[in-house]
C-alpha cells in the first residue's frame, strides 16, 4: 500500500537559516508528489507538485522540492526562512485519484 | 480567488447527537472530497464524488456516516450517533476533473468537531 513518512514531527529553525522537511514515499509506480501547508485553524495550501520531468520543483513562497527516486525522497527547502512559515507541512502522495498525506511536520522559527 | 466553503466551523457536541457539517466547492469542480484530520496526523479520505456520484467511500465508516451531494455541487457529511473518536477536524476538498491524479485539489478552512 502507499504510504508516506515524514520522519520529523518538530523542527525548530532561526529565521534567516535554511530550511530541509523530510519526505519519504512508498509507491510501485511512478509517484505524483505533493507538499501542502496547513496555518493553525486553516484548510490545507499547495506548495508544489511533482509529477514528471525536472526533478527540482519550485513552488510558492520560495519554496522547492527534489525528487529523487533512488532514494524515495521528495524533501522540501527553503534557503531563507521568515516568521511566517511557521505551520505543519505536509507530503502528500497521489493514490490513484486520491492522496495519501503523512503524519505532518511542525515548524516552529525562532527570531 | 474562489474558494471552497465549509461550514460551521467549529461544533461541539455530546455524543449519540447528530451532527452535519456543509461544504461548497469551488464553481465548476466536479470531484469532491471530504476527508478527516485527527491531531497529529496527516488527513485521512473518507470520501470522493464525482459529480453527484460516489466514487470511493470505502473508508467511510457507514454504519454512522453518511454522505450526499444531490446536485452534484454542495454536499454534506453526517454523523450520526457521534462518538468520543470522531473528535477531529473534518475537511473538504475540490479538484476541477476527474481521472487525473495530478489535478490539484483545494482545501477549504474545516470544521473541527468535538465530542463530550
Known amino acids: 500500500a502507499q504510504s508516506v513518512t515524514q520522519p520529523d514531527i518538530h523542527i525548530t529553525v532561526s529565521e534567516g537559516a535554511s530550511l530541509e522537511l523530510r519526505c519519504n514515499y512508498s509507491?510501485?509506480?511512478?509517484?505524483?508528489l505533493f507538499w501542502y501547508v496547513q496555518s493553525p485553524g486553516q484548510g490545507l495550501q499547495l506548495l508544489l507538485k511533482?509529477?514528471?520531468?525536472?526533478?527540482l520543483v519550485q513552488g510558492i513562497k520560495g519554496f522547492e522540492a527534489e525528487f529523487k527516486r533512488s532514494q524515495s525522497s521528495f524533501n522540501l527547502r527553503k534557503p531563507s526562512v521568515h516568521w511566517s512559515d511557521a505551520a505543519e507541512y505536509f507530503c502528500?502522495?497521489?493514490?490513484?485519484?486520491?492522496?495519501?498525506f503523512g503524519a505532518g511536520t511542525i515548524l516552529r522559527v525562532k527570531s | 480567488e474562489a474558494e471552497v466553503a465549509q461550514s460551521p466551523r467549529y461544533k461541539i457536541t455530546e455524543k449519540s447527537q447528530a451532527v452535519a457539517f456543509w461544504c461548497d466547492p469551488i464553481?465548476?469542480?466536479?470531484?469532491l472530497y471530504w476527508y478527516r484530520q485527527i491531531l497529529g496526523q496527516g488527513p485521512e479520505l473518507l470520501v470522493q464524488?464525482?459529480?453527484?456520484?460516489?466514487?470511493?467511500d470505502s473508508q467511510l465508516p457507514k454504519d454512522r456516516f453518511s454522505a450526499e451531494r444531490l446536485k452534484g455541487v454542495d454536499s454534506t457529511l453526517k454523523i450520526q450517533p457521534a462518538e468520543l473518536g470522531d473528535s477531529a477536524m473534518y475537511l473538504c476538498?475540490?479538484?476541477?476533473?476527474?481521472?487525473?491524479?495530478?489535478?490539484?485539489?483545494?482545501f477549504g478552512p474545516g470544521t473541527r468537531l468535538l465530542v463530550l
Open positions: 476538498a475540490s479538484s476541477r476533473l476527474r481521472g487525473r491524479p495530478q489535478e490539484t485539489q483545494y
Open positions: 509507491y510501485g509506480a511512478t509517484p505524483y
Open positions: 511533482y509529477f514528471s520531468g525536472d526533478t
Open positions: 502528500a502522495v497521489g493514490s490513484g485519484e486520491k492522496l495519501v
Open positions: 464553481s465548476g469542480h466536479a470531484t
Open positions: 464524488f464525482q459529480d453527484e456520484s460516489v466514487v470511493d
